[in-house]
């Protein structure tokens, strides 16, 4: 995880065992809550903690506050303790008293699940199911849940949205998210580190941005881009990134820049000709490991749908760039990688991937995979245009694997190394059934002596 000031190690690392500690108490006293505000921002950018996040963010139903009341008595731990704010059925911010006396002094969430030992804490906020400045009769026939927004005033949203709640791995924590983040969020975090201190700035954007410190939060609405300290380019952002990525051989850190340089203008030209993909395989556990470059990976990996890489054999032939290339297998009709050959003077040096994007020069790659809507083993093309229930792609040893479309569709947009990139809608579970559990928070990679070797 990215740090920037001395304390950063400290404060993540507290953040995130009071995250745990309040996991355990919710699941053992049945509490239903679900990641809000900054921590949901931070799950959709980082898939987990936000590096500069000074406490954590959840929601419960307004009513399931008096859950909360019930346990705040319980000596459940000597280091964490749960307050709730005496006039928590009283609506509305600027109605509420401060408590101090209590040690209760906040007045905007409804509860707080506090870690003593490190002053770190969980804000726990009200979501109702009816607009406060109505009375609930009004909002009877209305699917719509309300909620503070940045600046404390309230703003709706479709119950579909939050509900049903789904089970979600953040910083490797298993927590529940909504239904659908991507919507709840729709401001990306500008924190970024400038000598030694986190520090705002505004990216160039077209939706409603939030800028954030520790002492105020002020939204603006912008269509052009906006500069407060700096406006980073495409190359400032990646090389921001770099600098959270270690290195252990000489030449890990140029590797690593043609790699994430690559995935970057894939990324662009996809955009540009609407190819569908989603990054998958060691590009899809460096996401869900550290939200982005794994630092010993030696390529980038994507998933398309089968019959788009036609859309590739058309864009191939096309003076799109002059650094990169790209390079479909032209036995990529054949189902099975064993059966197919390389065709070395034409620079296909692969079999397994239907294609690949190459760096011109350097030759660094994003392997281009194929995912099927039938079961290639069965063959069954007659459904090849149908979409089926599950999805068929390769395991880790170049087996078929078959699991459930849900895991990949919809896709979400994700950053990557602060390069925007398309995700699938439930990446833990395709790596956790390709690779094994271990894999969602554990590298199977150290540095030792200078040399990337394998994990215990």
């Known amino acids: 995880m990215h740090t920037c000031t001395p304390n950063d190690d400290l404060r993540q690392r507290a953040l995130l065992y009071t995250l745990l500690q309040w996991t355990q108490l919710a699941r053992k006293n049945k509490i239903r809550y679900w990641i809000a505000h900054e921590t949901l921002n931070g799950y959709v950018q980082w898939h987990g903690l936000s590096p500069h996040a000074l406490d954590l963010d959840i929601l419960v139903m307004a009513q399931d506050t008096s859950h909360l009341v019930e346990l705040r008595p319980l000596h459940f731990s000597s280091d964490y303790e749960l307050k709730v704010h005496p006039q928590w059925h009283i609506v509305g911010k600027r109605k509420g008293s401060y408590f101090n006396a209590e040690g209760t002094d906040f007045v905007e969430p409804n ?30 026939t209305k699917e719509m849940f309300n909620e503070y927004d940045e600046n404390y005033k309230w703003k709706s ?31 990306i975090s500008s924190i970024i580190c400038i000598n030694g201190s986190w520090q705002k700035f505004h990216e160039r954007i077209t939706t409603k941005k939030i800028i954030t410190n520790e002492n105020s939060k002020i939204a603006k609405q912008t269509t052009t881009a906006q500069t407060t300290n700096a406006i980073l380019s495409d190359e400032e952002l990646l090389e921001k990134a770099l600098k959270s990525v270690p290195t252990c051989q000489p030449d890990d850190r140029d590797r690593q820049r ?17 190819i569908q993909y989603w990054i998958s395989y060691g590009t899809l556990i460096g996401f869900i490991q550290r939200g982005g470059l794994l630092p010993h990976d030696l390529d980038t990996d994507i998933m398309i749908m089968f019959n788009d890489t036609r859309k590739l054999i058309e864009i191939s032939k096309l003076n799109f760039s002059s650094t990169y290339e790209i390079k479909v297998q032209p036995q990529w009709e054949i189902f099975d ?49 149908q979409e089926s229930e599950n999805l068929t792609a390769y395991d880790n040893d170049y087996k078929w694997l078959s699991y459930p479309r849900r895991w990949t569709y919809p896709l979400k947009t994700c950053y990557f190394s602060e390069i925007k990139v398309m995700c699938p809608a439930q990446p833990e579970k395709f790596i956790e059934l390709v690779y094994g559990t271990s894999t969602l928070a554990k590298s199977n990679r150290k540095c030792v002596e200078g040399n990337w070797v394998k994990a215990d």
Request: proline share 8%; hydrophobic share 35%; glycine share 2%.
């Open 111 to 140: 509860a707080r699940f506090i870690n003593r030992k490190d002053h770190v804490y969980i804000n726990i906020w009200p979501m109702h199911d009816y607009h406060p400045n109505q009375t609930k009769t009004e909002n009877l």
């Open 157 to 187: 949203s479709p119950k579909e949205w939050t509900f049903p709640l789904k089970p979600c791995r953040f910083s490797g924590i298993n927590v529940y998210c909504p239904a659908e983040p991507e919507k709840l969020i729709t401001n």
């Open 258 to 274: 043609y790699l994430l340089h690559g995935l970057q203008a894939w990324s662009q030209l996809a955009e540009k000709y609407n």
């Open 337 to 385: 990688d064993r059966y197919r050959s390389y065709f070395r003077e034409d620079g296909i040096n692969f079999v397994a991937p239907n294609a690949r994007f190459i760096h011109l020069t350097a030759r660094y790659h994003v392997d281009i995979y194929p995912v099927y809507d039938f079961n290639p083993i069965y063959a069954n093309r007659s459904i090849e245009k």
